[in-house]
Nanobody, 123 residues
């Protein structure tokens, strides 16, 4: 069983920055960030695959940066130029098998999830 624990998040004004971290037990080749607001489906934000290739949602391209420290098996999300529409619960997802993404995968691609961390951006 893989344990996934997020940290970071919080509240910020529009235009500000926040960073998220996610540590996974064991080694997980594929990891990503998803977000969800009440009443909507969980949507992909950014993922990183076995080749360390990153894929982003169009809505965050140029503003968010995903990275992974393979030695620590820790995933990061640097969020800059935040907008009120970025407000959501952010979840870290992990999978142990190899993966190669050419587009954002759906949430059901990942078996292991963190508990979520709230990001709130005020206008």
């Amino acid at each position: 069983q893989v344990r996934v624990v997020e940290s970071g998040g919080g509240s910020v004004q529009a235009g500000g920055s926040l960073s998220l971290s996610c540590a996974a037990s064991g080694y997980t080749y594929c990891m990503g960030w998803f977000r969800q607001v009440p009443g909507k489906e969980r949507e992909g934000v950014a993922v990183i695959d076995s080749a360390s290739s990153a894929t982003y949602a169009d809505s965050v391209k140029g503003r968010f940066t995903i990275s992974k420290d393979n030695a620590k098996n820790t995933l990061y999300l640097q969020m800059n130029s935040l907008k009120p529409e970025d407000t959501a619960m952010y979840y870290c997802a992990a999978e142990v098998g190899h993966c190669y993404y050419y587009s954002l995968p759906s949430a059901d691609t990942f078996r292991y999830w963190g508990q979520g961390t709230q990001v709130t951006v005020s206008s």
